[in-house]
């Protein structure tokens, strides 16, 4: 157990819907990473809060946002689902200090648009 | 620009033997952490073992060892004893400053009895 926790495991909904990923960091934990994972591909980089406020974008699209609450906890808010937004979501979270980049992931949430 | 490249694809080995998996890397950046993660069938990343780019032995956990050729860029993931359940895909990984992972494209592990 990483310590992260994600909810839900896993979502089935429908294209253009609204879904939200939740994710509780390690305790500790002040760095929250957001990433995607398509089917047998590896982890593409969304999003990154730090201490609630955001610290870099990767690929992330339009229809996609998130954010960091005082508790530290996250949530990443997928709209317009589309059949591609289908895939594996993981949220990490990652200590302050030296090895910074050291990230723990969740067990992610498993998102199937049909 | 921060690249991973894994080149292999697929890997299988028998059981009780050693297998290598290949990385290697490239940034600008001269601090840097390379992690490898192991991923199940189940999906979930399980961290496996680190190593920081100024480390100056090579890292091991267990089983696994990280063989660091910084010369070369490359960091190889190497399992001893493999065990039917080591079977999965692994990922190497790097990470510099505060910023995100970026990750290979992984391969995937098949372990023969």
């Known amino acids: 157990d990483s310590g992260v926790t994600q909810t839900p495991k896993h979502l089935i909904t429908a294209t253009g819907q609204r879904v939200t990923l939740r994710c509780s960091p390690r305790s500790g934990d002040l760095s929250v990473y957001w990433y995607q994972q398509s089917l047998d591909q590896g982890l593409q980089f969304l999003i990154q809060?730090?201490?609630?406020?955001?610290?870099a974008k990767g690929n992330i699209l339009e229809r996609f946002s998130a954010q960091q609450f005082p508790d530290l906890h996250s949530e990443l808010n997928l709209s317009s689902l589309e059949l591609g937004d289908s895939a594996l979501y993981f949220c990490?979270?990652?200590?302050?200090?030296?090895?910074?980049?050291?990230?723990?992931f969740g067990q992610g949430t498993r998102l199937t648009v049909v | 620009a921060q690249k991973i490249t894994q080149t292999q694809p697929g890997m299988f080995v028998q059981e009780k033997e050693a297998v290598t998996l290949d990385c290697t890397y490239d940034t600008s950046d001269p601090s840097y952490g390379l992690f490898w993660y192991k991923q199940p069938s189940s999906g979930e990343m399980i961290f496996l073992i680190y190593?920081?780019?100024?480390?100056?032995q090579n890292a091991t956990e267990g089983r696994y060892s990280l063989n660091f050729q910084k010369a070369r860029k490359s960091a190889n993931l190497v399992i001893s004893a493999s065990q039917l359940g080591d079977s999965a895909m692994y990922f190497c990984?790097?990470?510099?400053?505060?910023?995100?992972?970026?990750f290979g494209s992984g391969t995937r592990l098949q372990v023969q009895p």
């Open positions: 809060y730090y201490n609630g406020e955001e610290r």
């Open positions: 990984a790097m990470g510099t400053g505060r910023r995100a992972l970026t």
């Open positions: 190593q920081g780019s100024y480390d100056q």
């Open positions: 990490a979270s990652s200590p302050p200090g030296f090895r910074e980049t050291e990230a723990f």
